[in-house]
């Protein structure tokens, strides 16, 4: 198909395919068109590793008469054989990063796009948009951003970029000439030959190469098909993204598939020459219909929670309202044995002790409560420890369980001075009464088949002294992701054993206390460490691996309070703010972690030993913005005894030599106003 281009629009789109994603060119190219008809004829440019001409020949056919000049341009890959991709990703990918060299040299700005999406409005904006100095436009991904954010380095074993925001590139507008002059492909192919392995390859790779120098879109340029409210075609026009991202497995064009958009899809690919022939309509009918009954048995368990969990809820808020008389003894028996009876199966006679550490928050407080009163498998007791709140706490807890019958029978109130959550947890630990402990956070709640699954698990691999589960997050937008998700732990299995303590302790943010369930014995022999006060639970969770195996349970039993942290942080939690409380603590808890694995867990160990390096690589980065440049210097010494790096050599040798130098880097870094080094200064 060739046109004349419309010379208003001086911003070409560019994608890059390989046949495999033909169908989906061919349907992403007619959804740019149909939408974009003011600005006829758009240029386009394919880049791609070799089309046959007869693939060709049909998606330019595909699209609408004089709607575009579609040029062809085949890349070498050769250069990016030795770097990894996602399964499902193809190497086509790393194509982007050649952009400016098969564009013409008259191009000022271009728009990358890929494949896998839907366009759903005109163009026109998001190529005029003012990029204020910027190489390129993006949107940002909330995930890995937050995922950063949370201090983690690694997703899935594989290395991230140390950026401060991260953006997905699925959408790319590019200022061209910039994007030469800042050697953003050179930059990149820098970063992949360091990182080799990095798990999202090229959008790594350009993350590192423009991190401070690109510009945040609004979010409806590359919108998430799972953040979607409602399917799109429940939508009005007007309440649709302007470009929908089929990003992750579940794909709306897969034969069979059940995503909610497919028929939404199937619209735009039916005005194409890849629609699907009658034949194949019938033959998808068998293959649609396994999996419902597939996905049907997969979240059975899943519908139970929800029911059970709006059941709890009414029984909540009948009992916060409208307190009525204490329930005769003989009713509370009625109501155990019923419990009781759902849980038959276990063998194990357990008796669960839950303890709570709490500090104000006591609105948040009695709907954790109440959650944990709500378990299928009843708990024998509930032990709040207030750790030392004045005002509303102390004198409304006593009060609940003075009225609520539900509390008066199960939960134990005691106050302390403020110690910190892990004396609160200690002393509860030490008061619990049942051979089972669990816990729980003042602001977090358990779905009420939390422990009967964990002790399902539990019978299963009676060898365990410990179960953990999944979480989901709650009061936030931004973390969309499960709390193994979060952590980069994939298991396949719904439960299983925890067979490799250094996987387990590279990933220890997947094991929170509030998701736990042990043996009150191994907890008794553990405890936790009141020298710890920020993340302290994986500390404890590690040496608790330690003492006994661990199980886990695949399924979110716990809704994780992700508030505001100016909403959930007073008082001593403020401290964790600060950036020289969290390296203290980090140092303490990986310090006292390498000590207890060297001869226990040797690979674990070396997790730790990296750990510390990184810490008190970060200690010479917060001495050398302090100014003491000697405390940086032996900062950097000790990082070096943990393990060499070439961040850490390099950093070494700018602090003797160049240390005024580096602090200005360091801080252009935290401006966002500098490219990295070719070394990672938080390293």
């Not at 026109?124 to 951003?145: F, H, I």
């Not at 709390?483 to 997947?510: K, P």
């Not at 969770?541 to 508030?563: G, I």
């Not at 040798?653 to 070719?678: F, G, Q, S, V, W």
Request: net charge positive.
């Amino acid at each position: 198909m060739t046109a004349q281009t419309n010379p208003a629009i001086d911003c070409p789109l560019v994608l890059a395919c390989d046949g495999g994603y033909s169908m989906q060119l061919a349907t992403t190219l007619r959804s740019i068109l149909e939408v974009s008809r003011s600005s006829w004829p758009l240029e386009i440019y394919i880049l791609s590793n070799g089309f046959p001409e007869s693939t060709k020949r049909r998606i330019v056919e595909s699209q609408p008469a004089g709607a575009c000049s579609i040029k062809w341009k085949t890349v070498d890959l050769a250069q990016f054989a030795r770097f990894s991709t996602l399964p499902h990703i193809s190497s086509i990918a790393y194509a982007r990063l050649l952009i400016p060299s098969v564009l013409p040299a008259r191009v000022s700005r271009a728009l990358y796009l890929d494949a896998d999406i839907l366009v759903l409005a005109d163009l026109a904006p998001l190529c005029q948009l003012d990029l204020q100095g910027a190489v390129a436009g993006a949107v940002v991904d909330e995930r890995v951003t937050t995922h950063l954010n949370l201090g983690n380095r690694e997703l899935n074993g594989s290395p991230l970029p140390s950026v401060r925001k991260y953006f997905n590139d699925g959408v790319l507008l590019i200022d061209v000439a910039k994007w030469r002059s800042e050697r953003i492909p050179e930059k990149a192919m820098e970063y992949l030959e360091g990182c080799p392995d990095t798990m999202f390859g090229d959008q790594d790779a350009l993350n590192f190469a423009c991190d401070g120098h690109w510009k945040n879109l609004d979010s409806r340029w590359n919108f998430y098909q799972i953040d979607l409210a409602k399917p799109l075609a429940d939508m009005i026009p007007s309440e649709r993204p302007s470009i929908i991202h089929f990003q992750g497995w579940q794909k709306p064009w897969d034969a069979g598939s059940l995503n909610p958009n497919a028929r939404f899809y199937d619209e735009f690919r039916s005005r194409t020459l890849f629609a699907y022939t009658p034949g194949e309509r019938l033959g998808n009918v068998p293959r649609i219909l396994w999996s419902r009954l597939k996905r049907f048995l997969r979240r059975f368990t899943l519908i139970v929670h929800v029911r059970d969990r709006l059941r709890s809820i009414r029984t909540q808020e009948g009992s916060c309202s409208r307190p009525g008389p204490p329930q005769s003894r003989s009713a509370e028996n009625k109501g155990e044995t019923r419990l009781k009876s759902r849980c038959r199966f276990l063998s194990m006679n357990p008796e669960v002790s839950v303890v709570i550490a709490a500090y104000k928050r006591v609105k948040q407080l009695i709907l954790a409560v109440d959650s944990v009163l709500a378990q299928t498998v009843p708990v024998a007791e509930v032990i709040i420890i207030d750790d030392g709140s004045v005002g509303e706490l102390p004198e409304r807890i006593p009060h609940m369980i003075a009225e609520n019958s539900a509390w008066r029978a199960r939960v134990r109130y005691f106050w302390q001075e403020n110690q910190g959550q892990s004396a609160a947890r200690n002393n509860g630990i030490l008061r619990a009464k049942g051979n089972w402990i669990a816990f729980d956070d003042s602001d977090d709640l358990w779905l009420p088949q939390k422990l009967e699954w964990q002790f399902r698990t539990l019978e299963k691999y009676s060898e365990c002294g410990m179960c953990f589960t999944d979480a989901w997050f709650m009061n936030t937008s931004r973390m969309k992701m499960t709390l193994f998700q979060l952590a980069g732990a994939s298991y396949s299995a719904e439960m299983g054993v925890i067979d490799d303590l250094a996987d387990f302790a590279r990933q220890l943010m997947q094991a929170w206390t509030q998701t736990m369930l042990a043996r009150t014995d191994v907890v008794r022999r553990v405890m936790f460490d009141p020298e710890i006060r920020y993340q302290e639970d994986q500390e404890f969770m590690f040496r608790m691996a330690l003492a006994t195996k661990a199980c886990y349970l695949n399924m979110p039993m716990v809704l994780v309070d992700r508030s505001p942290a100016d909403v959930r942080h007073e008082d001593e939690s403020l401290k964790w703010h600060q950036e020289e409380y969290r390296l203290r603590m980090k140092q303490i808890r990986f310090e006292k972690s390498l000590q207890q694995s060297e001869s226990a867990a040797p690979r674990a160990a070396a997790i730790f030993r990296q750990r510390l390096r990184d810490t008190h690589s970060a200690w010479a980065n917060y001495y050398v913005q302090s100014g003491d440049y000697r405390k940086a210097r032996e900062a950097v010494s000790t990082a070096a005894k943990y393990g060499m790096s070439s961040g850490v050599a390099v950093k070494w040798l700018l602090t003797r030599i160049a240390p005024a130098a580096l602090k200005a880097a360091l801080e252009a870094r935290d401006r966002n106003e500098l490219c990295k080094l070719a070394f990672d200064p938080l390293k």
